[in-house]
Each structure stands twice: as structure tokens, then as C-alpha cells.
């Protein structure tokens, strides 16, 4: 089992896994996040159609949250689709849309629309 710093929360689904990231991601827990999510991704490989990271819940993110999207979409087996549910106007969504990360993976405005997308 792949254990997450805390807060994070995983909830499985057909296919599919979210994954509710903690209220901050900066210097202190990028790294660690980003080893989680990829060990995470890789334990369930050929079973894991698409992964939603949720930042609905995240009040204060700073590039290492950006890196971690990023680094998190180029490091996914090939079949694994990334969707983030980021909701604006927060800093989250705005990181995002700053460092150019919307333009690269599907960001979603709230976490229904990620999960059916």
C-alpha cells in the first residue's frame, strides 16, 4: 500500500483514482507527493485508466505544485490519463494558468467535472 503525507486521501473507483491532495504543497512535502502519486500510479498499472488529483481542497500552492502536476503527467505510464479538479478564482487555479500547466494537462474547475470527463 502506498501511504501519502498527510492529509492526503485516495478514494478508488473503476478505473479510475482520486487523489485529495493537502491544503498546502510547497518545498516541504512537492517531493514527497510527486514519489507518492507515481508509486501510487505504478502499483495499480494496467488497471488505472485515469487519475484526478484534487486541489479543491489545497489553499496554498506554490511552483512545486506546478512541478508536481507537471512532473506527475510526464512520468504517468502512456495509458494513464491526468485530470486536475483546481477551482477558481483559488491560488491553485491560478498557479496553474501562471506557469502554463492548463495548457499541457486537463484542469477542471470542480472535482464532479474532472470524475466525468
Same mark, same amino acid.
Given at each position: 500500500m502506498t501511504h501519502f503525507p498527510s492529509p492526503c486521501r485516495v478514494r478508488e473507483l473503476p478505473g479510475r483514482a482520486l #487523489? *485529495? !491532495?493537502p491544503p498546502e504543497i510547497d518545498l516541504s512535502n512537492g517531493a514527497a507527493l510527486r514519489t507518492a502519486v507515481l508509486a501510487f500510479a505504478r502499483a495499480r498499472a494496467g488497471r488505472l485508466r485515469v487519475l484526478v488529483l484534487d486541489l479543491t481542497r489545497t /489553499?496554498?500552492? /506554490?511552483?512545486?505544485?506546478? &512541478? #508536481? *502536476?507537471t512532473d506527475v503527467r510526464r512520468l504517468l505510464p502512456? $495509458?494513464? #490519463? #491526468? &485530470? *486536475?479538479?483546481?477551482?477558481p478564482p483559488g491560488i491553485p487555479s491560478r498557479v !496553474? $494558468? *501562471?506557469t502554463g500547466v492548463r495548457r499541457d494537462v486537463p484542469v477542471y474547475d470542480d472535482l464532479e467535472q474532472a470524475l466525468r470527463a
Open positions: #487523489l *485529495v !491532495l /489553499d496554498f500552492m /506554490d511552483s512545486q505544485g506546478a &512541478r #508536481l *502536476v502512456p $495509458e494513464v #490519463l #491526468l &485530470r *486536475v479538479a483546481a477551482a !496553474l $494558468e *501562471v
